[in-house]
């Protein structure tokens, strides 16, 4: 009997860690995995994405894998913290800052005996992050880049400076109306961090010049002052969660938001008649974040081979493609090819692929194992810089001064 997950720590756990059970196969047992995942909770994608493990389990009589939906603002710490114990789920979808922190710690295991990529057409931009010191530690789940969604029929043409950016929000805001709308608050600190991201690369910032933190520096203060200013214009819904803002998207009370391409299936089925269209982010540089999530198999599993077994059906092209379809305009491990029948139903799908080259992922280069902790210096001292308890400089000075502290 495997060791099992604590299943008190993970809201809606449906099966806690592997387990071997009389099976009704072939004579043999069957393996019962668990598979942790924030976008299990989604409300548009993880029905989809719970009949997609639904095809897995009906292809063969030997594993069966269980969703586990972890609320995303404590997705990496409730995991990590099992991982560190030596227990935890089977297999993890992890944000990047979250599998940096695993792969560094060594609670993943290394996928070069259990999986041989050479049989698949990996994307090379993104899979170059699922490699660290010559050792495979994860293979892309989704990759999905960070564009502008906006109401079409509140916005016929879409900004394409940050003035009008600014300028359009402005405009929108009225009575229950907001022109904008991201999160604030140090309660989604890892949605803040995506959020900012955007604001700092777009400025042509970076958190790092790849052996020294820059988190202070004159482009990343100019990307997060034009982030402040529109806080303080009160064109957002002040207070509002992710997914509060993201109902109101819905609805056609939120103009824009910066998000990436998993939040189109996410809109539609919250909505499948709003008018909504994606641009490229109008910020002076075209550099924005994207969600690279890895799949991982947990090093405490004891059925790293059945868990592999999962992964490499994933892999197979016909798996991938419904992944996609699943996901949004997201890309997946592998190179895949749209549908004229996607293409003409989502048109826009072609923003978020031409992006893929000039998006990152959103961890502190040569301080990767580091991003969960700098991201939460940053996100405090700059939550209190909106909240005006400090100046945004001396906001970032601080932040600078603690994170150097922090790696030494």
């Known amino acids: ?59 063969q009589s030997a594993v069966r894998v269980s969703a586990a939906a972890v609320p995303y ?41 259990l999986i041989d990529v050479s049989k698949y057409d990996l994307l090379k931009q993104p899979d170059q992050f699922m490699v660290h010191d010559g050792r495979r530690d994860g293979i892309i789940f989704e990759a999905s880049n960070y564009a502008m969604f906006y109401n079409a029929d509140l916005i016929p043409k879409p900004p394409t400076t940050y003035e009008e950016f600014a300028k359009t929000a402005s405009s929108l805001t009225k009575g229950d109306v907001y022109g904008l709308a991201f999160r604030q608050t140090e309660a989604e600190e890892a949605g803040v961090w995506q959020d900012i991201f955007n604001y700092v690369y777009g400025f ?37 969660d992710a997914a509060t803002f993201r109902r109101m998207f819905a609805e056609g009370k939120v103009g824009m938001e910066l998000n990436n391409g998993g939040y189109v ?15 490229p982010i109008p910020f002076p540089v075209r550099t924005q974040g994207a969600i690279l999530a890895p799949i991982v198999i ?47 139903e989502t048109p826009f799908l072609k923003v978020f692929d031409d992006l ?32 005006g308890t400090v100046d945004l400089k001396t906001a970032l000075d601080r932040a600078q001064e603690q994170a150097t502290q922090l790696v030494g």
């Open 204 to 240: 042509g910032g970076k958190w790092s010049d790849g052996k020294n933190l820059t988190i202070n520096s004159p482009e990343n203060l100019k990307g997060l002052q034009a982030y402040k200013d529109l806080y303080d214009a009160k064109v957002i819904p002040r207070g509002a």
């Open 265 to 279: 299936t996410a809109t539609r089925g919250q909505n499948p008649d709003l008018n909504f269209n994606v641009a």
């Open 1 to 59: 009997m495997a060791t099992s997950l604590i299943c008190t720590a993970v809201a809606f756990l449906s099966g806690c860690g592997s387990d071997s059970e009389s099976g009704s196969g072939s004579g043999g047992g069957v393996t019962s995995l668990t598979f942790a995942a924030s976008t299990f909770g989604d409300p548009g994608r993880g029905p989809l994405l719970t009949k997609w493990l639904d095809d897995f389990n009906k292809s």
């Open 298 to 344: 947990n090093e405490a599993s004891p059925a790293k081979d059945a868990a592999a077994t999962f992964i490499r059906w994933a892999l197979e092209p016909a798996n991938q493609v419904k992944l996609q379809e699943i996901l949004g305009a997201s890309s997946v491990a592998t190179v895949t090819e749209r549908s004229p029948e996607k293409l003409k």
């Open 73 to 113: 603002p404590t997705f990496g710490q409730t995991v990590l913290t099992q991982m560190g114990s030596g227990q935890g789920p089977d297999l993890i979808r992890f944000d990047m800052p979250e599998f940096e922190s695993a792969s560094d710690a060594g609670l993943i295991a290394p996928l070069d005996d």
């Open 356 to 387: 893929t080259e000039s998006s990152l992922p959103q961890i502190v280069l040569g301080f990767e194992a580091k991003t969960p902790d700098i991201r939460k210096i940053v996100v405090q001292n700059v939550v209190a810089a909106l909240q």
